[in-house]
Protein backbone atom coordinates (compact mmCIF):
# COMPACT_ATOMS: atom_id res chain seq x y z
CA UNK A 1 0.00 0.00 0.00
CA UNK A 2 0.84 3.30 -0.72
CA UNK A 3 0.42 6.58 1.62
CA UNK A 4 0.22 10.07 0.57
CA UNK A 5 -0.02 13.22 2.50
CA UNK A 6 -0.45 16.46 1.46
CA UNK A 7 0.29 19.20 3.25
CA UNK A 8 0.40 23.24 2.70
CA UNK A 9 -2.71 24.82 2.47
CA UNK A 10 -3.95 27.22 3.72
CA UNK A 11 -5.60 30.86 3.22
CA UNK A 12 -4.21 33.49 1.52
CA UNK A 13 -4.81 36.53 -0.58
CA UNK A 14 -5.50 36.89 -3.83
CA UNK A 15 -2.42 37.83 -5.88
CA UNK A 16 -0.15 35.47 -3.18
CA UNK A 17 1.50 32.33 -3.01
CA UNK A 18 1.75 29.40 -1.38
CA UNK A 19 3.38 26.02 -1.76
CA UNK A 20 2.25 22.70 -1.32
CA UNK A 21 3.83 19.22 -0.42
CA UNK A 22 2.92 15.82 -1.35
CA UNK A 23 5.14 13.26 0.88
CA UNK A 24 4.66 9.54 -0.62
CA UNK A 25 5.49 6.19 1.72
CA UNK A 26 4.96 2.64 1.56
CA UNK A 27 5.59 0.39 -1.04
CA UNK A 28 6.99 2.44 -3.61
CA UNK A 29 7.64 0.59 -6.96
CA UNK A 30 7.90 2.02 -9.98
CA UNK A 31 6.02 4.90 -10.27
CA UNK A 32 4.79 6.41 -13.69
CA UNK A 33 3.56 9.79 -13.02
CA UNK A 34 2.91 12.03 -9.87
CA UNK A 35 -0.49 14.59 -10.21
CA UNK A 36 -2.28 17.62 -8.16
CA UNK A 37 -5.93 17.68 -8.62
CA UNK A 38 -7.92 19.82 -7.21
CA UNK A 39 -11.70 19.96 -6.71
CA UNK A 40 -14.10 23.22 -5.97
CA UNK A 41 -17.38 23.00 -4.08
CA UNK A 42 -19.99 21.62 -6.80
CA UNK A 43 -17.51 20.81 -9.52
CA UNK A 44 -15.85 17.86 -10.37
CA UNK A 45 -12.32 17.04 -9.33
CA UNK A 46 -9.87 17.80 -12.04
CA UNK A 47 -6.17 17.87 -12.89
CA UNK A 48 -4.51 20.44 -12.38
CA UNK A 49 -0.50 19.18 -13.10
CA UNK A 50 1.88 16.11 -13.38
CA UNK A 51 4.91 15.21 -13.33
CA UNK A 52 6.39 11.93 -14.69
CA UNK A 53 9.11 9.95 -13.81
CA UNK A 54 11.31 11.56 -16.01
CA UNK A 55 10.56 14.94 -15.26
CA UNK A 56 7.57 16.23 -17.87
CA UNK A 57 5.29 17.71 -16.77
CA UNK A 58 1.88 18.98 -17.87
CA UNK A 59 -0.66 21.74 -16.27
CA UNK A 60 -4.13 22.63 -16.52
CA UNK A 61 -4.31 25.87 -19.13
CA UNK A 62 -6.05 27.50 -15.82
CA UNK A 63 -2.84 27.61 -13.95
CA UNK A 64 -0.23 27.77 -16.78
CA UNK A 65 2.34 30.43 -16.06
CA UNK A 66 1.26 30.35 -12.50
CA UNK A 67 1.94 26.95 -10.76
CA UNK A 68 4.85 24.81 -10.96
CA UNK A 69 4.78 21.36 -10.30
CA UNK A 70 8.32 19.68 -8.92
CA UNK A 71 9.43 16.26 -7.90
CA UNK A 72 12.14 15.46 -5.06
CA UNK A 73 12.91 11.60 -5.72
CA UNK A 74 14.79 10.93 -2.72
CA UNK A 75 12.14 12.85 0.03
CA UNK A 76 9.84 10.92 -2.24
CA UNK A 77 7.72 13.98 -2.03
CA UNK A 78 5.91 16.07 -5.19
CA UNK A 79 5.64 19.77 -4.50
CA UNK A 80 3.20 22.34 -5.92
CA UNK A 81 4.60 26.17 -6.03
CA UNK A 82 1.28 28.21 -6.41
CA UNK A 83 2.02 32.11 -7.68
CA UNK A 84 -0.61 34.51 -8.57
CA UNK A 85 -3.39 32.81 -7.21
CA UNK A 86 -7.14 33.83 -7.68
CA UNK A 87 -10.15 32.83 -6.01
CA UNK A 88 -11.07 30.41 -8.58
CA UNK A 89 -8.09 28.87 -7.57
CA UNK A 90 -10.45 27.83 -4.26
CA UNK A 91 -10.61 24.26 -3.50
CA UNK A 92 -9.37 21.15 -2.02
CA UNK A 93 -6.32 20.05 -3.36
CA UNK A 94 -5.54 16.15 -3.69
CA UNK A 95 -2.40 14.65 -4.78
CA UNK A 96 -2.35 11.43 -6.86
CA UNK A 97 0.56 8.38 -7.67
CA UNK A 98 0.68 6.25 -10.28
CA UNK A 99 2.86 3.27 -10.29
CA UNK A 100 2.91 0.12 -12.33
CA UNK A 101 2.60 -3.00 -9.84
CA UNK A 102 4.32 -5.86 -11.46
CA UNK A 103 2.83 -8.69 -8.81
CA UNK A 104 -0.90 -7.24 -10.09
CA UNK A 105 0.44 -6.48 -13.97
CA UNK A 106 -1.02 -3.28 -13.96
CA UNK A 107 -0.78 0.44 -12.89
CA UNK A 108 -2.99 1.91 -9.72
CA UNK A 109 -3.65 5.28 -8.68
CA UNK A 110 -3.25 6.30 -5.16
CA UNK A 111 -4.70 9.86 -3.38
CA UNK A 112 -4.25 11.55 -0.48
CA UNK A 113 -6.54 13.17 1.74
CA UNK A 114 -6.55 16.52 0.08
CA UNK A 115 -5.78 20.35 1.56
CA UNK A 116 -7.67 23.02 1.78
CA UNK A 117 -6.81 26.24 -0.34
CA UNK A 118 -8.88 28.92 -0.13
CA UNK A 119 -8.06 32.64 -1.97
CA UNK A 120 -9.48 35.38 -0.49
CA UNK A 121 -10.43 38.59 -2.97
Known amino acids: QVQLVESGGGLVQAGGSLRLSCAASGSILRVNFMAWYRQAPGNERELVAQ???????NYADSVKGRFTISADNAKRTVYLQMNSLKPEDTGVYYC???????????????WGQGTQLTVSS
Open 51 to 57: ITSTGIT
Open 96 to 110: KLNQFEHYRGYSSDY
